[in-house]
């Protein structure tokens, strides 16, 4: 079975945030009742694209050793761990090394698919949050299995019924909260959102990027220069469509990229010299919050601000309690998104929000209507 165990963790290798393997379980559990082995693999960070000095992957960083030893106490079982270039193991549960050890993965090549393929007879894909990825062990291997032996996992099924209902809401309001630092990683979503929402709530860094193409000054704040004419077209787009875009109206700066530095409040559009905008300000919480609050349906991607330092988190938490309160008069509130979902499980409310996806780029291509190859292989 393929998982996406693609989890955040610190500079020491802890993990910092087990949600993907916890969504795992049920799967991980559904197959353990019916098969005598269960071999898991999975891929961890970016281990081609971060070579050690020598030119070689850096194999302790990117160990999925840990990962198995975590597993293993969740699981109250042992969780063998052994390489894929191994024999198929004979363990009842089995974790393989990192995938993506192997350069063959991210290319699909087919020779890895079917050295990963000898470890099942049936192939499972649960790894929702890779789905957007034609990799050897997301979507090559599933041609190595025939239509009966190979399928879909609990996790996989239910993310993509939950993003369906989302696309098909028909009781409005219906809001997307999108923020994090970058206009071009979300500007598909934000497109076939804009068809969809009665409200869209820019924050984060990609909020002055908005705000500066219109003629505000954002002082030292992230921008995208070379996106603002992409901003513009949102602006206008989102005015065909009836949809009201709201930018914050006031941030909160301060001259570093600090959570102790000296931080004050202002008008988003006229941020002196030197300052940046590192979180959305009071009143734009309030207006948010409010919005929010009052819509049946909500989607949020992306922190308001650099809500890992508690100086500039309140944007992100007020988001979050806003959501809270969705599902508590009945609506339906889904956060998709590492960020966010770290930000949601750091404000103690994960359980208060509808569903809470384990997938980043995969719900976002997904809600753009993009055909996902781990999902395709498995028909
Ligand atoms: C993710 O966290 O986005 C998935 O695990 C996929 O990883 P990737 O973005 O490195 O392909
Ligand atoms: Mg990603």
Not at 130 to 139: G, I, K
Not at 173 to 192: F, N
Not at 289 to 309: L, Y
Request: with cysteine.
């Amino acid at each position: 079975m393929r998982v996406d165990f693609n989890v955040p963790r610190d500079s020491t290798g802890h993990i910092t945030d087990d949600t993907r393997i916890q969504l795992a379980l049920p799967t991980i559990a559904y197959i353990r009742e019916r098969a005598s082995h269960l071999t898991l693999m999975s891929h961890l960070g970016r281990p081609q694209k971060k070579k050690l000095a020598n030119g070689e992957i850096d194999r302790d960083s990117f160990s999925l050793e840990t990962i198995a030893d975590h597993l293993a106490q969740l699981l109250d079982a042992p969780v063998a761990f052994q390489s894929y270039a191994d024999d198929p193991s004979m363990a009842k549960l089995t974790l393989l090394e990192n995938t993506r050890f192997e350069q063959g993965e991210e290319q699909g090549d087919r020779a890895f698919a079917q050295m990963l393929a000898k470890h099942g007879d049936v192939y499972v894909n649960d790894a929702f949050g890779t789905a957007h990825r034609r990799h050897a062990s997301t979507a090559v291997i599933a041609e190595e299995f025939s239509p009966e032996n190979r399928g879909i996992g609990l996790l996989m099924a239910d993310e993509l019924e939950q993003a369906q209902k989302l696309l098909d809401s028909d009781t409005h309001p219906i809001t997307a909260v999108i923020g994090g630092a970058k206009v071009s990683d979300k500007i598909g979503v934000i497109e076939s959102l804009l068809d969809l929402c009665d409200n869209l709530l820019i924050g984060g860094a990609m909020a002055y990027t908005f705000i500066k193409a219109q003629g505000g000054k954002v002082g030292t704040s992230l921008v995208e220069d070379d996106k603002m004419q992409m901003a513009l077209d949102v602006i206008e787009k989102a005015k065909q469509s009836g949809t009201s875009l709201h930018l914050p109206i006031d941030s909160v700066i301060a001259q570093e990229f600090n959570n102790d530095a000296e931080h004050t409040t202002c008008f988003s559009d006229d941020i002196p010299e030197g300052w940046m905008g590192l979180d959305i300000g009071a009143r734009a919480s309030e207006t948010y919050s409010e919005i929010v609050a009052d819509s049946k349906v909500v989607f949020w991607n992306g922190p308001m601000g650099v809500f890992e330092m508690s100086s500039y988190a309140h944007g992100t938490l007020s988001v979050a309690q806003a959501m809270a309160k969705v599902k508590e008069n009945g609506g339906f509130s889904m956060v998709g998104g590492g960020d966010s979902v770290a930000a949601i499980n750091a404000s103690g409310l994960a359980d208060e929000v509808s569903f809470i996806s384990s997938g980043g780029g995969a719900m976002l291509e997904f809600l753009e209507g993009k055909t996902l190859p781990g999902v395709a292989a498995l028909g």
